[in-house]
């Protein structure tokens, strides 16, 4: 028989993000499926027949920066309609979700996905809830895939031209998770090849991304230079390194190494090609200034981003990471005299 899955006009979510496999689970009345959200953090959901997919992405307050969780979770056992037990995808962390009349509230220890100071719970509304990305299926075949360390590819897939959703994450990954309801009603959950799906096309110009949601780009940003192959952090003997701040919020400062500035990030929206995004920023003394920023995943193993502007701090298409993944990057100090 062969195994493959028709496309169906209406019923088909996919959700970008977090992996869960509940064997023999039964399926509570309400599905959770959906993306939802508060101010710097975003919890999406996905629900199938067989698996369950879960990720979490916040920016908390840090010192005088943003820490930040990116979390790919597994669905290890209902233990009540009301009380999931998870794990991480990558890791052993223990999560809890707990399913509650008018609120979903996650819970961890020190989870090692998450940077240091994390409050250990997050809390959102279920009425804050809106249905994942809109994507079309470009592949004549796109196979799903399991969700483990090689992610082994199954025997079901979708075909060119069905409609999907996804969650991408601003790091856009090589597999996103999906879930596709067939005209059987059977739902199917697994990872699926984000190279084999068109979202830019089906997202441009929507009004969610007018909503400027920052989850996966709040933090502290460090300038990085290219050396070789590789990258290295220059640091100036007299003066701090050029880096930018942005929060949840959209508060962005920018600090040149002399001097500060804020700013405001009021939209984001798709660019042309993946991985590129395109910001628009305000300053806070003149809100009658601002500048289209070009937003750049550069290198998404390292989290190595490049930020392009006509004017300004990012005229010159500087390389920046994120200050919680620069290990790993030589630093270069300057000498001084």
């Given amino acids: 028989m062969k195994m493959w899955l028709r496309s169906a006009r209406s019923g088909l979510a996919v959700l970008t993000w977090a992996a869960a496999a509940v064997a023999g689970a039964q399926q509570p009345a309400a599905d959770l499926t959906g993306v939802y959200t508060k101010e710097g953090a975003s919890l999406a959901i996905l629900q199938g027949d067989a698996e369950t997919l879960v990720y979490y992405g916040a920016g908390f307050p840090q010192g005088q ?7 790919a979770l597994v669905l290890q056992k209902k233990e009540a309609p009301d009380r999931w037990t998870l794990k991480s995808q990558d890791a052993n962390d223990a999560w809890t979700l707990r399913v509650e009349e008018k609120r979903l509230l996650l819970e961890g220890r020190a989870p090692k996905c998450c940077a240091v100071g994390w409050p250990g719970a997050g809390a959102f509304n279920r009425s804050d809830v809106k249905p994942p990305q809109s994507c079309k299926v470009t592949a004549e075949r796109a196979y799903f895939h399991a969700p483990d360390a090689k992610t082994t590819q199954r025997k079901t897939f979708v075909v060119a031209g069905d409609s999907v959703q996804a969650h991408v994450p601003a790091f856009e990954p090589d597999f996103v998770s999906g879930r596709f ?7 199917t959950v697994g990872q699926l090849k984000l190279a084999q799906l068109n979202c830019a096309e089906a997202e441009a110009g929507a009004e969610a991304n007018n909503g ?10 460090v300038r990085v230079q290219r050396k070789g192959k590789g990258y290295v952090i220059q640091k100036p003997c007299s003066a701090n390194n050029p880096n930018f701040t942005l929060k949840p919020n959209g508060d962005m400062t920018i600090d040149s190494g002399q001097e500060e500035e804020s700013f405001k990030v009021t939209s984001i929206l798709p660019g042309v090609n993946p991985g590129t995004y395109a910001l628009e920023v305000t300053r806070v003394e003149d809100t009658s200034s601002s500048d289209d920023v070009e937003w750049v995943v550069v290198d998404k193993k390292k989290e190595i981003v490049s930020l392009k502007s006509d004017t300004g701090f990012f005229q010159k298409a500087q390389l920046f990471v994120r200050e919680d993944k620069q290990a790993g990057i030589p630093v270069k100090a300057e000498a001084c005299k």
């Fill in 65 to 71: 920066s943003v820490g930040t969780c990116e979390c």
């Fill in 181 to 187: 309801v067939a005209p059987n009603k059977k739902v």
């Fill in 212 to 221: 400027v949601d920052l989850t996966g780009y709040t933090g502290k940003w």
